[in-house]
């Protein structure tokens, strides 16, 4: 039997879409629509494909190139820009999304100029920065920032949104989503300017949603690590009924010797500029992996075995093998966290698997 290759990341499709489904039901619940962020799975068109068979229309990504990548592979649905433009790619906004979040009023007009040359216009979610400080626009500009946007032809305004726990952690509470439900509310009133989309969040208010009474005008979220992890972001606990291995990475022992833990010989500055400090555990069996930091985020990786990661370089990872019995040619497999998800699909030395069934249970409640 032909052996595939390693490193690879096997993508369980059938997975992907009973957690689709589940959540696209559970938000729908209480009235909110789901878009599924794609970043994470390097804009997959069979990933997107799942998307679209469970009734999700919005696909969102902070690439052009994934937008482009979709298009180009027939998927037909509402592309969103999930980072603001920057001036250097607007005409490719213009080209491959229907939507983009946008907090520079310089953006805008550039946007405003390409799409007219286009005949065409490009909606807008305005964020608004309620307190993780990434992107976002004050709240005490908004007025004035809408004012000036609103005299500008080609674009439109879509709606507002706001991010939370990606940068500074910040949680997306009942206070802070009544928050951005007054601001809403507050837009359409004074400037007489229905919000298609009130998008409060991510994958990180799962807790909120679930606890809330009402979700006031929040009406969408912006959904990716628990379609493919099915975790919540705050504490990463697993979602009620969903799959939360939908991923998994496979690599290879290249080597299996048993040697001291203690590097010997005078020490200075590994490949990355660090100083690792060892642990003397006397000699112990070291089995090397053929992956290393070029494919994948290291660190992200959970070991499904009893054995542990002692470090690794470019396209190495050590291991103490501890009772494990490695042989060279074995292969080793890991699940993952999202940043390391994201680097494995990322990675073009990373094999993609895709596979159509599902062998195992959900986690339990």
């Given at each position: 039997?032909?052996r595939l290759?390693?490193?690879?990341?096997?993508?369980?499709?059938?997975?992907?879409?009973?957690?689709?489904?589940k959540?696209?039901?559970?938000?729908?619940?209480?009235?909110?629509?789901?878009?599924a962020?794609?970043?994470?799975?390097?804009?997959?068109p069979?990933?997107?494909?799942?998307?679209?068979?469970?009734?999700?229309q919005?696909?969102?990504?902070?690439?052009?190139i994934?937008?482009?990548r979709?298009r180009d592979a027939?998927?037909?649905a509402?592309?969103v820009?999930l980072r603001?433009?920057?001036?250097?790619?607007i005409e490719?906004v213009?080209?491959?999304?229907?939507i983009?979040?946008?907090?520079?009023?310089s953006v805008?007009k550039?946007?405003?100029?390409t799409?007219?040359?286009?005949n065409?216009?490009?909606?807008?979610?305005?964020?608004?920065?309620m307190?993780?400080?990434?992107?976002?626009?004050?709240?005490?500009?908004l007025?004035?920032f809408?004012q000036?946007?609103l005299?500008?032809?080609g674009?439109?305004i879509?709606?507002?949104g706001?991010n939370?726990?990606?940068?500074?952690?910040v949680?997306p509470?009942?206070?802070?989503?009544?928050d951005?439900?007054?601001?809403?509310?507050e837009?359409?009133?004074?400037?007489?300017?229905?919000?298609?989309?009130?998008?409060?969040g991510?994958?990180?208010?799962?807790?909120?949603?679930m606890?809330?009474?009402s979700?006031g005008?929040?009406?969408?979220?912006?959904?990716?690590?628990?379609?493919?992890?099915?975790?919540?972001?705050?504490?990463?606990l697993?979602?009620?009924?969903?799959?939360?291995?939908?991923?998994t990475?496979?690599?290879?022992v290249?080597e299996?010797?048993?040697?001291?833990?203690?590097?010997?010989?005078?020490?200075?500055q590994?490949?990355?500029g660090?100083f690792?400090?060892?642990?003397?555990?006397?000699?112990i069996?070291?089995a090397?992996?053929?992956?290393?930091?070029?494919?994948?985020?290291?660190?992200?990786?959970?070991?499904?075995?009893?054995?542990?990661i002692?470090?690794?370089?470019?396209?190495?990872i050590?291991?103490?093998?501890?009772?494990?019995?490695?042989?060279?040619?074995?292969?080793?497999?890991?699940n993952?966290?999202?940043?390391?998800?994201?680097?494995?699909?990322?990675?073009?030395?990373?094999?993609?698997k895709?596979?159509?069934?599902?062998?195992m249970?959900?986690?339990?409640?």
């Open positions: 039997m032909t290759p390693t490193p690879r990341i096997e993508i369980n499709l059938a997975k992907i879409a009973h957690n689709a489904k959540l696209v039901q559970l938000y729908g619940s209480k009235g909110i629509e789901i878009m962020v794609t970043k994470g799975v390097c804009g997959s069979e990933i997107a494909k799942i998307f679209l068979n469970q009734g999700i919005m696909l969102a990504d902070s690439k052009l994934n937008l482009k979709m027939g998927i037909s509402q592309f820009l603001s433009p920057a001036l250097s790619e490719a213009i080209k491959y999304a229907d983009s979040i946008n907090t520079e009023l805008i550039k946007l405003s100029e799409a007219k040359s286009y065409t216009v490009q909606k807008i979610i305005l964020m608004i920065e307190g993780d400080l990434r992107e976002g626009i004050m709240p005490e500009n007025e004035m809408i000036e946007v005299k500008l032809s674009v439109k879509e709606g507002i706001a939370f726990a990606c940068f500074g952690g949680k509470s009942e206070e802070k989503m009544d951005l439900s007054t601001l809403a509310s837009i359409e009133m004074k400037f007489s300017l229905p919000l298609s989309y009130v998008s409060g991510n994958s990180a208010n799962y807790n909120w949603f606890a809330t009474k979700i005008k929040i009406n969408n979220l912006r959904v990716g690590e628990s379609f493919f992890l099915g975790r919540e972001t705050l504490n990463r697993a979602i009620p009924e969903l799959y939360t291995d939908a991923f990475f496979v690599t290879e290249i299996s010797k048993t040697k001291p833990s203690v590097p010997f010989g005078e020490l200075g590994n490949a990355f660090d690792p400090q060892f642990e003397d555990r006397g000699q069996t070291r090397i992996l053929g992956a290393g930091n070029q494919d994948v985020l290291v660190t992200g990786l959970l070991p499904i075995l009893d054995f542990e002692l470090g690794s370089s470019s396209d190495h050590v291991l103490d093998a501890k009772k494990m019995n490695f042989s060279v040619g074995d292969e080793v497999t890991f993952l966290t999202y940043g390391a998800l994201l680097s494995t699909m990322t990675s073009p030395y990373v094999f993609k895709y596979i159509h069934s599902i062998e249970t959900p986690s339990s409640p």
